[in-house]
């Protein structure tokens, strides 16, 4: 009632009577008029009926406050079971229960459980799984000078979910950003797909809490070994659109950037500021965060000589010395903002000596609005600076105590901008793949194991991966009549289990090009090994089609529980797992974040080429990251399929997998 | 005279008259009493003669507040140059000039030029390049809650620097922590002995900005290339115990938990709370700071159970729920404290809804102040938990905000711990070592140019360091004899400047046992060769000691312009500069800190054995940085020395170095 709310409020008791001058009905049964949502606060064993009652009265929508359900243990679950039975069997949507209910600042509605006063009315919604942060986002937002939309706590979430919430929040005219509090997620592609529909629309931020919780799956591949929980929240975030903040503070301190900035349609930034020390540490953090300080053209250096004293620094960041009066802070953010190079500006002040920090404020303040590029502000201070927060935030300006955090804001309004540009994209996909031979290995295949080489070769093959295979020879004369069959040049390696550093002991040959050498290096190797190992079991020399040398990367894919599909990329060799170079995606792979799998790893990184390592056939690379991805896809049953390594041979020579392994399950 | 200065205050003014009811003197010449400090206002051309007068009147120590001086080019560089050698003449101490002075809020004493009000009595002293950022930290801390006891504006540094004034601020017995806000460091080696000094006895806090500005070295070696600045500063701070933040705010969260709280014994963290999503936060940031949840005994179990209701949570984070009353966050807060297994707690609570978050505080407050072990509080909203913070605040308890700024701030305090607890180390010298060998060698070599082979070869080995030496045989024939007098089993390399790849040609052969096997292998090697690249230039064949296989690290040092002699570690190979898996540390040096330079890479990590590879020699690696670390203490002239790769066999074999090059300047 407090919140306001126009539509007509019903309490319903058993011990019936009045309330703030209302009839309390007995039972939900009684109440006249048509009821669209019930909002119970009824301890958990009473639960049960009253939906029961509810479904009956013809309510679709039902908040359960009450806890004592699922999260207390067995009992509780079964009560749970019990309730979700009965809102199915009247169609009833369900919040809760064990949560702290939803409001709307705009309706308003504040069907929550919590004491007043309320929030803000603002443009932020907040979805939340933690039913206690709420009261502190509210009371927190409020001190930050930024208002909410909606807040929707979900608590047990017998019913409705985080991605069912997603499109109903994010549609409301009010909202301009919806932030969420997540510790997991129920249907990961289905939260994609909706997130995405959500962000092309409006930004979305996720704090995912409960990282270290999660550790690492068992797997016997090093791709599976390194599809950690995470791995796999990061690449759905990057296939929605979904901004993923570190912290609670972060995840705010963004949505009011980009609740009320533009975002920014590149990384050049202007900073203005009366004060060096914060300007330095301002450009640090733009660095850090992948912006760049804007470099001004001609026409804005003279401009700006023209509005400043001789020992104002024209360069940028532009300092205005402490001197600064107000009109020189306008003049100086119009000037740089009318910049072509310029994409978003900064404005950095510590109380000002001979002016008040209010009156900065006011001067920026028209500037800012009649800019099409995002302008945020750094007040630095706390009770000198009161009157500039006030004035700002009136206005809907984002502003922060230190240039860090103003720096992040700017970051994630850059962010924000490219996901814009990038955002028709759809995943690559090839026709002259034959999933048919893929089905028939996979049914051959025994279930949890890897497959023998020959059907892992047959599964890539048949999606267009080339991979290089090996012959036994027994004996020298066979090696040489091998070779002859499989072109020279060819490699000879020793065939034995038992000699696991093979060339150390001379039992490696490389690039032999006629039957004569084959012949006679087979003969030395085989006598090499024996002498080096006297006791080893010695099966022959393997023969491969010699593969030029290259650089050597690893790639895979692993079905993830909840997102299906995921297709790593990364630094390979037997050190992957310790080096971490790795990067992964959801399959199908998209263009764009198969690019940004290369650019985020070392990896990827030097197949441009590093000190005397020419350049690397990087397209073909790709290719293999799009054809890995969609036999994933396309097989759900394979659950690891490892290149380690894939060697990359020079520009237009292609690559070639030369060790893989493939599990079904 | 508004700080409440108990001393005598004159002002000087040519123009004379009277001041605050006080005579104005007309030169500092005509002022009666003796005076210890001249704070000076006036336009920097006036400075110089003032000086002087200042000089003569026997003054020892002036402020100059004036900008125009170096700051403004050739011309105010002149005058600076010639106020330095007026206070050097005079045994002036000067600090600044472009400073905003200096203040002490215990004596009192207020030589800054900002206007009032000055801040809060506390204990966190201030030390500052940027004058700029000064009347923000005043002000921000008074909103946060915590007092200065010193601040100190140094300005351009003509004189007095961050390094002389350490010890000074330190050693004021009003000041718990210092802080530092640098741009740069004039004497790297003093500063580091000085800062040192303070840590010994008091926490030192630095933010160094400017981070991107300083780019990479140009440089020959990877050693070189990587060792940027910020890898200097972090050695000259780890060996210091400085504790360095990455931001403003980061500083001066530290700061007050440092100067409130003893500092962790170890990293066992208690959590108690309302709340359960915010428990999940702070476990996850725990984790990513080095921190872990403590493991209860039976007998905090036990005690837990006693005092919480049923459906509590008496594991950690302990989850006293949303009905919480403040007896139970105390008396938790008290058990927990007292399992041995804890070093620190943490209680968290967003505004209870039953109770205020006020008595909660007050009930926690006596527990916190009884115990040994720090407590931090993250105390989640901003109205509703007023009352709760100003009590916390009053009797110096540490709160934030958010659970994750908590969770930074005891690990800051667990650091101090480990500081404490690590002081006092020698760095490790040996005495087996020969640098009038080494003198020679660099008395011998050209200046900025890598040394021959064999030369770098003697460099090592005159301290202690095994390199592996190749012998140049031109046939088949003198390869065997040379391989006679090394010692079997011996390596051939085909010696051919022109050929790169030289195994992938069959240019390479390994562990060669007898002289006929070496004599074939040359002539296989010559052929294969000749085959290969019939255009290459071949020299003959290199003949090597065997060496076994092995892990393979980088390890290097470097001269640094700042701080002289560092070490480097790391993964090594033609990648090294793509991984960035290094660490540095200042030479000559300590077991810890060797110790952190294994800890922290992957190199490091792997030594002790991963995937099938078994556990290397991790302490002749140690002993081979040790050993490198003196050569560069010892002879500054060594620019730049590496080792890569540095081979290192099983445990109790050793480590060879393989590839070296040493650099003289």
Redesign the interface.
Known sequence: MGSGYPGVIHFVNVKGGTLLGKPVYRSILEVPNPVELAAMLIPADQVAPTLKACGQRGVRAVIVGA?GFRE?GPEGAALEEEIIKIAKSYNIRLLGPNCIGLLDTHLPMDATF??PPGPTIGDVAFV??????C??V???????GFGLSRLVSLGNQADVNETDMLVPVASDPHTNVVTL?L?SISDGRRFVEQARQVTMEKPLIA?K?????SGQRAAASHTGALAGEEHAFDAAFTRAGVLRAE???EMFDWARALAWCPPAKGKNVAVIT?????G??A???L??EGLRLAEFNEETRNALKEVLPP?ASIGNPVDLL?SATPTQFSESLKITLEDPGVDSAMVIF??P?MFTAGAVAKAIIPIIHSSEKPVVVAV??????QEAVEHLRAVHIPEY?????AAAALAVLSRRGDLMQSSQETPRIFTDVQPEVVQRVIEDSKNGEFMPTDKAHDVLEAYGIPVIRMHLAENPKQAAELAEKIGFPVALKVASADI??K????GV?????DAD?VQ?GCQ?ILE?AR??QPEARIDGVHVQRMV??GQEVIAGAIQDPQFGGLVMFG?GG??V?????VAFSLAPLTPTEAGQMLAST?AG??LAG????PPADKDSVLEILFRLAQLVADHPRLAEVEINPLRVLEEDEGVMAIDVRVRVE
């Open positions: 806890g207390t919590l004491p939340s799984h933690s039913g206690a942060i009261a502190a509210i009371d927190w937002a409020r001190g930050q509090y510790e704090l809490v409960g990282r270290f919780e912290t609670s503070e009366n004060a060096g020390g914060p330095v540490t450009a640090d953090t660095e850090a020992a402490a510590p109380p000596p630095m201070g706390e009770r000198l600076i105590r230190f240039p860090e955090r696991s550093h060339s150390d002991i001379g040959m490389l690039n032999l090009s050498t006679q030395m090499q002498k080096a030029h040398s630094s037997v050190e797992e310790g080096l971490k170079d070392w990184r030097k590093f000190r005397n390592h």
